[in-house]
């Protein structure tokens, strides 16, 4: 059987109510999840200490939740890992920048073969209050970057997470990429405002 196919077949079985399947389900699709996570990884520096396999952990934590295996196909279960992923990362560069206010707690260095992230901690903190105000205006939207930004996915896997045509991905991609660049490249109000 295709991994597609095992995978399927094993959301369908833990959908039905079999939890023992989950650690199945993700000794199939750790390799992906560990692509994506890297992926994820390298686009922002600082917290050394949230390697891949962290961060791989920190996502099964997250989608073994009993509210959350409801997964319909293999691309809604990637898309539901991506805004998992994207959802440990802010909670740990949110983290890094208490952390720079004094929270007095010293970070543990992990050894990690990957590279660091390439941005800060706080453009991914702008990042994310920019997808939150993104999502008020198009949850689909907000589910095209996660797919794509987060997940890795390309615009075919995206329509099948998000069960719309692939046009509609791409011009979902286009409009919130343009308002993502637009609301990032915006100059910061002035304090207390």
Not at 40 to 45: E, G
Not at 78 to 93: D, E, P, S, W
Not at 180 to 193: C, F, I, K, N, T
Request: charged share 30%.
């Amino acid at each position: 059987m295709s991994e597609s196919g095992e995978v399927t077949r094993l959301l369908e079985t833990i959908r039905s109510g079999d939890r023992r399947q989950l650690d199945r389900l993700f000794d199939v699709v750790y390799g992906e999840l560990r692509r994506l996570a890297r992926s994820n990884r390298r686009r922002w520096q600082g917290n050394r200490t949230l390697n891949t396999t962290a961060l791989i952990h920190e996502v099964y934590l997250k989608l073994a939740s009993p509210e959350r295996l409801d997964w319909q196909s293999r691309a809604h279960f990637f898309g539901t890992a991506a805004r998992a992923m994207r959802q440990v990362l802010i909670n740990y560069a949110e983290r890094a920048r208490a952390a720079k206010r004094g929270s007095g707690e010293e970070d543990l260095p992990l050894e990690e073969e990957d590279a660091p992230f390439s941005g800060s901690t706080e453009d991914a903190l702008a990042l994310h209050e920019a997808l939150g105000k993104l999502e008020q205006l198009s949850e689909r939207q907000c589910r095209v970057v996660e797919c794509r930004f987060f997940a890795g996915m390309d615009v075919a896997e995206t329509a099948e997470a998000l069960d719309v045509s692939a046009v509609t991905v791409k011009r979902d991609w286009r409009a919130a990429s343009a308002w993502l660049h637009r609301e990032l490249s915006a100059p910061l109000p002035p304090p207390g405002r």
